[in-house]
Antibody
Framework: QVQLQESGPGLVKPSETLSLTCAVSGYSISSGYYWGWIRQPPGKGLEWIGSIYYNGSTYYNPSLKSRVTISLDTSKNHFSLRLNSVTAADTAFYYC?????????????????WGQGTLVTVSS | EIVLTQSPGTLSLSPGERATLSCRASQSVSSSYLAWYQQKPGQAPRLLIYGASNRATGIPDRFSGSGSGTDFTLTISRLEPEDFAVYYCQQYGSSHTFGQGTKLEIK
């Protein structure tokens, strides 16, 4: 059974960098699939942040691309999110998730396994 | 960017009734690359439907998805008490975007 677990600071100061890690168990992230990050401001809808393929290729939401970096650490079987220059608008629940792969195009598809989410508040 | 608009915003129904939720895209979603998720308070979203009409593993057959192009529908044939939640659609044909959600509440 694949399980994902987010971890990281729950409070980040404005203008600083938000850093989260997603630990994966039950599957080796170097074997396949995409691994993504999604966020949800409290009481609001879902926003895709970006995804990374098992080979290291990355895809980012154009609206966040200039501030986002997603990376893999296969030795620890986890992947990470860095979002720099944060503001209060970045306050949200952050979820990590596994994404299926399109058989024909090898592109990222739906999110089939999710972490429980972690709340990150941006405040001084 | 493909914008997904879900309707209605809130749907009030009773257990045993049929629920029909709509997701309309601002442009055609290629290859029916559309998924539906259910989210309950304090929980992560759960995948229900992918490829517009394929049920995910373990999802009861009262959930069904249909549609193509710009119009997609999630139908719950007979509502169970545990089905009352927020439902989101997501397209992955051109980058990734989510709809704003439909809240299904008990009448």
């Amino acid at each position: 059974q694949v399980q994902l677990q987010e971890s990281g600071p729950g409070l980040v100061k404005p203008s600083e960098t938000l850093s989260l890690t997603c630990a994966v168990s039950g599957y080796s992230i170097s074997s396949g699939y995409y691994w993504g990050w999604i966020r949800q401001p409290p009481g609001k809808g879902l926003e895709w942040i970006g995804s990374i393929y098992y080979n290291g290729s990355t895809y980012y939401n154009p609206s966040l691309k200039s501030r986002v970096t997603i990376s893999l650490d296969t030795s620890k079987n986890h992947f990470s999110l860095r979002l720099n220059s944060v503001t209060a608008a970045d306050t949200a629940f952050y979820y990590c998730a596994r994404q299926e792969v399109d058989f024909d195009t090898s592109g990222p598809e739906e999110f089939d396994y999710w972490g429980q989410g972690t709340l990150v508040t941006v405040s001084s | 960017e493909i914008v997904l608009t879900q309707s209605p915003g809130t749907l009030s129904l009773s257990p045993g009734e049929r629920a029909t939720l709509s997701c309309r895209a601002s442009q055609s979603v290629s290859s029916s690359y559309l998924a539906w998720y259910q989210q309950k308070p304090g929980q992560a979203p759960r995948l229900l439907i992918y490829g517009a009409s394929n049920r995910a593993t373990g999802i009861p057959d009262r959930f069904s998805g249909s549609g193509s192009g710009t119009d997609f529908t999630l139908t719950i044939s007979r509502l169970e008490p545990e089905d009352f939640a927020v439902y989101y659609c997501q397209q992955y044909g051109s980058s990734h975007t989510f709809g704003q959600g439909t809240k299904l509440e008990i009448k």
